[in-house]
């Protein structure tokens, strides 16, 4: 980090987070793009839906309402320890910014493990992809599973960068906390579209 770049971060005239985008400009291109490409996808499952409302809502029946309510429960606490993990850092409180952030990344450890539980409670019951409304489970959950994957490598990626006084920007805190807000809510979207809506 050169001089000029710890100034910029830190000027006292400008409070932290005011008056610019946080994060990366090029993070937000690809979240945007994400976006964009989960929405196709769940326009292609709503006309899927219209077109077997009865089967969709049978299928439907067999999913966990409890576990996927955990697991709503569990991203949003994450989203809370890394917004709070931003403004530790913010704040010159890099400890405390790190704390936060394992406490966010053990909130998607644990979402794992559950989607795991939930997936294989349902593959060994016969619920595979054979089933329209399961095909579009296992694609959607899937897919999101992988971008909480990368969400855990990019809180690693800011771990090591917090960790090294010479490497700390408020920017990359910032850039790992709009990609793991991303990813949390698409899952809220998810869980409405397969969990709650009728």
């Given amino acids: 980090m050169t001089q000029s770049e710890s100034i910029s971060e830190t000027r006292p005239d400008r409070r932290p987070g005011e008056g610019h985008l946080p ?30 409302p009865g089967g969709f809502l049978a299928a439907q029946q067999h999913l966990d309402i409890n576990i996927g309510v955990l697991n709503t429960v569990i991203l949003l606490t994450s989203s809370w320890f890394v917004a709070r993990s931003v403004l530790a850092a913010r704040a010159g409180s890099h400890r405390q910014a790190i704390n936060y952030i394992y406490g966010g990344g053990l909130c998607g450890l644990l979402f794992i493990a559950f989607k795991g539980y939930e997936w294989y409670a349902k593959i060994i019951t016969g619920h595979t992809n054979s089933e329209m409304f399961f095909a579009f489970y296992y694609v959607l959950t899937g897919v999101h599973l992988v971008h909480v994957l990368i969400g855990l490598i990019v809180l690693g990626v800011v771990v090591r960068e917090l960790r090294n006084p010479f490497r700390r920007r408020i920017s990359m805190v910032e850039t790992g906390a709009v990609y793991w807000h991303m990813v949390d809510l698409l899952w809220v979207i998810i869980f409405g579209l397969l969990y709650v809506m009728r």
Avoid: E
């Fill in 23 to 52: 994060g990366d400009v090029h993070m937000w291109v690809m979240v945007l793009g994400d976006l964009v490409i989960f929405a196709g996808y769940f326009v292609v499952y709503m006309i899927y839906r219209t077109m077997d």
